[in-house]
């Protein structure tokens, strides 16, 4: 009677203990998730202007091979 005493304790003891774990582990993810968000938003601006740095150097060096022919030998290429 007493082994099944003490079974029953460290059992309703480790689940409370589960418990407080699993409440502890959902409110760090909640905090991860909320400044994974916020990050992207932050940083979100800074993304979006160097894509559209990008898509313009793409665009000058599409059109240089066509301003290449125009030069002649020895010609210094103006920007």
């Known amino acids: 009677m007493p082994a099944l005493l003490i079974i029953l ?5 480790s689940t409370a203990m589960l418990g407080v774990l699993m409440v502890a582990f959902v ?6 998730f909320g400044s994974v968000r916020r ?3 932050e940083t979100q601006p800074a993304i979006l202007a160097i894509m559209r740095e990008a898509e313009r150097a793409q ?4 059109t240089l091979p066509e301003r290449g ?4 030998a020895g010609a210094r290429i103006r920007r």
């Open 9 to 13: 304790i460290l059992v309703v003891a």
């Open 27 to 32: 409110r760090h993810m909640k905090i991860f």
């Open 39 to 41: 990050f992207g938003q």
């Open 59 to 62: 665009s000058r060096l599409e």
């Open 69 to 72: 022919s125009e030069l002649k």
